[in-house]
């Protein structure tokens, strides 16, 4: 077929190459398929408890009704006393709900990682390290019911009623703040469970020290922080930053100073909060991948 062609014919153009994918394209694709598979395992373990309506509406009812409990806890708390750290009832409440919304919606996406113990000492974690969707997405979707949106939906709801009830200034920044810093403190939550989760790599029977960071860090964030101890303001602030998921929001919303004397500025903070601990919580979670040692079981 060469001897055919003229001595002097152009060579025909190579088709260019295609761009080799660099490791943001990398990233960007493993994320792609992480959620890919939480949504499909999620809605198997929906699909399956949907087989008992009943019980499943009784289950959420029932979570539901313990969240209107603690809601309505919190308004005797502030009709009794009137005032706390100059919060009225419906500010108190718009705290409430600030921290009810971010940790049931945590609950909802994350509550699973607490039961890592569980897994271990079975030895059914070994099996999700096997399998060819990514060990975290696994854990996070085991058992997952959608019973767990009877907390989080009452407190939206309440959240929404509170941010009309109260004198909240409704200028361009807080509308477009608002959504950021709803979805960092939940992110900021998502964080702290799987942290408190990861401490079950070092040790086994660490849940229930687990669980006092998680469900007693949303029984603290459900009131302003200025009730308590100064140190207990500032671990709350710069150790666990549980104050970036209600309290600081709050005090933005409302524009008042922070009666505990620290800086204006950590309320504008919850989103690079929220990617730091979500980094750090990564890098647990890899560090106990490292440390895992099969049980053998």
């Known amino acids: 077929m060469a001897d055919l062609l003229p001595a002097n014919a152009p060579e025909a153009p190579r088709p260019p190459r295609p761009p080799r994918p660099g490791p943001r394209d990398g990233f960007l694709r493993e994320v792609r398929r992480a959620l890919r598979a939480y949504v499909l395992l999620a809605w198997t373990w929906c699909r399956a408890v949907a087989q008992y309506p009943m019980a499943l509406s009784l289950l959420t009812f029932g979570v539901a009704l313990s969240s209107l409990a603690e809601m309505g806890a919190v308004a005797v708390v502030f009709g009794h006393a009137g005032t706390l750290a100059g919060f009225s009832v419906y500010e108190g409440l718009l705290v409430y709900a600030l921290a009810a919304t971010a940790f049931g919606t945590a609950d909802f996406l994350m509550g699973s990682v607490e039961r890592l113990g569980e897994h271990i000492r079975s030895g059914s974690f070994d099996t999700m390290l096997v399998r060819p ?165």
């Not at 939906?153 to 200034?169: E, M, R």
Request: charged share 10%; aromatic share 10%; hydrophobic share 55%.
């Open 133 to 297: 969707v990514p060990p975290l997405v696994q854990l996070a979707t085991d058992q997952f019911s959608p019973r767990r949106l009877g907390k989080a939906v009452p407190a939206l709801i309440v959240l929404v009623f509170v941010l009309v009830v109260c004198d909240v200034d409704w200028t361009a920044g807080r509308v477009l703040m608002l959504p950021v810093l709803v979805v960092s403190g939940v992110v900021i939550c998502c964080s702290v469970w799987l942290l408190g989760g990861c401490l079950q790599f070092f040790v086994l029977d660490a849940r229930q020290a687990a669980n006092s960071l998680t469900y007693g860090g949303q029984a603290l964030t459900e009131y302003p922080v200025a009730i308590y101890g100064r140190s207990l303001v500032r671990a709350v602030t710069f150790v666990v930053p549980l104050a970036f998921v209600s309290w600081q929001p709050a005090l933005y919303l409302l524009d008042r100073p922070d009666p505990t004397g620290l800086p204006g500025v950590l309320r504008f903070l919850g989103p690079l909060v929220a990617v730091v601990l979500a980094l750090a919580a990564a890098l647990v979670w890899r560090l106990g991948l490292r440390h895992y040692r099969s049980t053998g079981s």
